[in-house]
């Protein structure tokens, strides 16, 4: 036993030793080289995917804020150029000085126009430590889509508005300037509905020349949603009418309105004017005492009388609201020129 014990001490453990020693220092050098990179990699990326959260978020304000400049006619380039300069300017906002035309897309035509707005921004993000494998740059890019949606359920709307039949076949023939949403004389044949002149009760308490005030004043601040039954008003509502347009109408202060100027019309209009109405697009119901709600439009107020008419011009806009999540112009139903805009992909 001793003789190999004796034997074993002679051979070379320690040259052994020595070279496993040095091996290990190589394959722990190497892999520290490795770690390490693999860290940096990590590191520099991980803070690059970072930023792409404040990209993003900085594309969904361009789309969101610009969009509501949706919808816009294909070929009109004033508004075009407006909509692609208001993204860029969201974007620069939140901190991306560097988008340009090309990055802005429009898309989703219907009926001639734009109804979708893509954004891409764009980043070369520094990188640190992966420039040892010589990676300067990481270039990210992240897109946001917003499109107009029709809105079925909204707050704000005004106690008047107009029948889907009358609503279609202006749409048919282009005929949507002049629209009257209140009538000074009755709208249906006596055996109908003898008193409706087409004022709408729209919290179904019945009643109150008071609330109706309100309503065609401020808009109603319950929300209204396609396929609500709502009580025909009775009577003229003359005198209520009256005073809810001449407020709207006198509350405008865009476009040279307060210095005597024309003030919003449907061509030039400040989407928060109050003289936008948001009304809703009705069927009548059997009981001939009540309307069903089918949609909803937005008309700019013009005109009066002092026996109870209003009157107004179609816009095509965006409200606020929800929405039935499908484009425009695809399943028909509901889509009366009222949209919401929401982010898609
Ligand atoms: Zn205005």
Known sequence: MTKIINLLKKFPFRWIKKSEQGDALIIVAVSMVFIMGMLALVIDLGLAFLSTGEQQKAADAAVYSAGRLLPIETGNTTKINQIKNSSINYASLNGFNDLTQEDIILGKISNGQYTEIRVTVDNAVPMHFAKIFGIDYLDLSRTAVAKLSPVIRTTGVAPIGLTKDEMDARIASNNLTHVTLKYGVQDRTPDESPSFFGALDLDGQGGGASDYRIWITQGYAGEISVGDVLLEESGNMVGPTYQGFEERYTACTHFGALSGGDGCTSDN????????????????????KTVVVEGFAAFLLENQTNDGYITGSFLNM?????????????????DFGLYNLILSE
């Open 269 to 288: 209009f400040e989407p928060t004017c109050p003289r936008i109405v948001k009304v809703p697009v009705y069927s009548y119901g059997v009981d001939k």
């Open 318 to 334: 965006v409200s606020n609201g929800a929405s039935s999540g499908s484009n425009v112009g695809e399943g028909t139903d509901g």
